[in-house]
């Protein structure tokens, strides 16, 4: 298990409810980790995409999308999906943890496995693979490295639609094909496309691999690879092992057929043929396993046409876990025993004649007759003596006062048990008895009754001035589940620390649903581009911020701000240096255009108006003061306050009609 501790995420409660406790691998595509489900308590596995995946939106919308149908589908050789999410920039899924190893490491560790082993590995994974396709679902990725061999035998198969949420993206698929080529139908290779009869293919190659100990082709490249995936018929085992058994060469050669058409329709066709192929082998040609093979519910499979008995196979070598048979799991394989033809035993002799001996008719009649009286006497004693049952009335929807009333009135003894919680039945109505409805009891029976607490509501709790990953272990902790985390600009809060919530601390909720955190974003940089100095000054220490200026020779507005660092939006904290350039302030000769004898900006009739001073007045009656004047209005948002911090044009100097005034507020 990979403990690395420079991980960023171990130790973290990921989405406020997994407890990462420590990597178990990292792949090509995502890192998986061990963890704790805070809610539930129970340990998980959460494999968490790479980065450069959960940045793309077509593969995030495509990975919930085959979360969703992988969930759905339960196999007992299916590693169960629990959950599916996103924290901030981690997307990941909540699996069930398979303590053990992959097929890859037991290939790696013992190299190839005989005939019969190798189809005791195979058969639970086809039959999962064929679950899913009955399903509608197809895999994509076969490969040693997705069949884990759980530390109990169990077999399960691993990453089912991963690969489609891959095919999705626009990700650089080299270092899938890296991984997969091997295992990759032609028609993947030269089109992309992939159906039931892909995973078989891969599936064949993988039986190859476990046959031989090695792939079919080699390659100096993927692309070389891949040309002979297209190009080349897949070997028979026995080319590389001479004398392995023809029904394995022959499954083989069915199941890696180049043309589609000419494979197995699906894995439940190849398992089909799988478990017939296991049947045929001697029990030379491996390890012998102790009792049927369990794969999980699985189509009846044809039996050979024989007399044959059907007897247990002997036990598998300890080197090699077997999977472990489920409650009520079907036998899948039961080997033929031979049975020789032995000679019919020869028929019975007849009895001969014998002299009759013993009781009369006449004796015999008497004690018959006694038999009958007896039993007579009998019923009639039990028929008088019998206990009239009495039958538990039907109390469900009724007010729990008024159902025990009824229940005493007919001779039962009631008791009412603890109140239930129920989203659909109100406080107070009986939502079960125990005994049910219906059941005969003995007059004077014990009868519960259980009434509804009504919905069960969890109030929000107080996260107020918390961060925000304590806030999600806190919300978690009530039964509640965090949302959206949103920002705020605030003056006041520091940044990062929770300012309320959504609904509100206190309020009460169903439990599970979910809440929002609304989280201070500190202060948001003004946007004091254009104010003069004195007005840009004011602005920005009116919220606890540092001004700097620089002048520069410039033609435009003396003393006005120009460039801002940092620019007008940015989070920032209290008593941060904010570094401005000026216009240069110059002499006092600069003049504003209409004052320009060459540039002569006044209306047709050379009036002009004097400006309304309005700064500190309300935003909406400066902009209407300023229009009735006759001035053209513009509003920047600096702090966005109610009230205007500055314009341009200053109050007092003359100006024509129609020119632009702008406010800051």
């Known amino acids: ?24 691998a990292r792949g090509g595509m995502a890192t998986v980790y061990l963890a704790l489900d805070v ?12 980065r450069t995946l959960a940045e793309d939106p077509s593969f995030v919308r495509r990975f919930i999308g085959e979360a969703k149908s992988v969930a759905s589908l339960s196999h007992p050789n299916v590693v169960q999906v629990f959950d599916q999410g996103a924290d901030g920039d981690n997307v990941y899924l909540s699996m069930e943890y398979v303590p053990g190893r992959t097929l890859r490491d037991v290939l790696r560790d013992r190299g190839r496995l005989p005939g019969r082993e190798a189809l005791e590995v195979m058969i639970p994974v086809l039959a999962a693979l064929g679950a899913a396709h009955q399903s509608g679902l197809i895999h994509r990725d076969v490969k040693p490295e997705n069949v884990l061999l759980a530390d109990d035998g169990r077999v399960k198969v691993v990453d089912f639609g991963l690969a489609r949420a891959i095919e999705a993206t626009n990700q650089t698929r080299t270092g899938l094909m890296i991984g997969t080529i091997a295992y990759m139908s032609p028609e993947q290779v030269t089109s992309g496309a992939a159906d039931a009869r892909s995973d078989v293919y891969a599936a064949g190659i993988m039986l190859f ?3 031989t100990g090695r792939q079919p082709y080699e390659g100096e490249t993927s692309m070389a690879i891949a040309y002979r995936h297209v190009h080349d018929t897949v070997p028979l085992p026995s080319a590389l092992l001479p004398g392995s058994p023809q029904p394995l060469d022959a499954l083989v050669a069915q199941a890696t057929a180049r043309d589609p058409e000419s494979r197995p329709a699906d894995a439940t066709a190849m ?21 049927p093979i369990h794969s999980g519910p699985v189509p009846s499979l ?64 008497l004690a018959a007759l006694a038999v009958v009286m007896v039993i007579g006497i009998g019923v009639t004693g039990w028929l008088f003596s019998r206990t009239t049952m009495a039958t538990v009335p039907n109390l469900v929807t009724q007010n729990v006062t008024i159902a025990a009333d009824v229940a005493r009135k007919r001779g039962f003894a009631v008791e009412i048990g603890p109140a239930e919680h129920s989203e659909e039945v109100a406080k107070d109505i009986v939502l079960r008895t125990v005994p049910a409805a219906g059941t005969e009891v003995e007059p004077g029976s014990k009868l519960v009754l259980f009434a509804s607490a009504g919905p069960k509501r969890v109030a929000v709790p107080n996260v107020v001035g918390q961060d925000v990953n304590a806030a999600r272990e806190k919300v978690s902790a009530a039964g509640l589940t ?22 509100a601390v206190g309020n009460k909720v169903k439990e599970g649903a979910k809440v929002d ?21 004011s602005a920005l220490e009116s919220v606890g911020l540092v001004p700097e200026f620089v002048e520069q020779t410039d033609a435009a507005q003396p003393c006005t701000v120009i460039a801002q660092d940092p620019q007008a939006g940015a989070e920032t904290d209290k008593g941060a240096m904010v570094r401005m350039t000026l216009s240069a302030c110059g002499n006092g000769e600069w003049h504003w255009p209409w004052e320009n004898n060459d540039q002569n900006v006044t209306d047709g009739d050379g009036m002009t108006v004097v400006i309304p001073n309005v700064v500190f007045k309300d935003v909406k009656a400066a902009r209407d003061e300023l229009r009735a004047a006759g001035f053209k209005v513009r509003v920047n948002k600096a702090l966005d306050r109610n009230r205007v911090l500055a314009q341009r044009p200053p109050g007092g100097q003359q100006a024509p009609p129609g020119t632009e005034v702008v406010l800051w507020h």
Do not use: C, N
């Not at 420079?6 to 406790?21: A, E, I, Q, S």
């Not at 809610?39 to 790479?50: N, P, S």
């Not at 398992?271 to 009792?291: D, F, K, Q, Y």
């Open 1 to 24: 298990m990979d403990t690395t501790p420079t991980d960023p995420l171990v130790g973290r409660l990921l989405d406020g409810r997994y407890r990462v406790d420590s990597r178990i």
């Open 39 to 50: 809610r539930l308590d129970r340990t998980v596995a959460i494999k968490v995409m790479h």
């Open 209 to 211: 691999e476990l046959l």
């Open 271 to 291: 398992l089909i043929a799988a478990v017939e192929t296991h049947r045929m082998l001697s029990r030379e040609s491996g390890p012998i396993h102790s009792g």
């Open 302 to 365: 044809p039996l050979p046409a024989t007399g044959a008995h059907q007897a247990p196979l002997p036990a598998p070598a300890p080197s090699m876990p077997l999977p472990a048979p489920p409650p009520a799991s079907p036998t899948l394989v039961q080997p033929r025993v031979e049975v020789l033809d032995e000679p019919a035993p020869a028929a019975p002799a007849a009895p001969a004649p014998a002299t009759r001996r013993g009781p009369s008719p006449k004796v015999w009649f």
């Open 482 to 503: 965090v949302d959206e985390v949103k920002k705020q600009a605030s003056e006041t809060v520091p940044r990062g620390q929770v300012m309320r919530t959504s609904p």
């Open 517 to 537: 955190l609304i989280v201070s974003a500190g202060l948001v940089m003004p946007d004091v581009m254009g104010m003069q100095r004195d007005a840009a000054k």
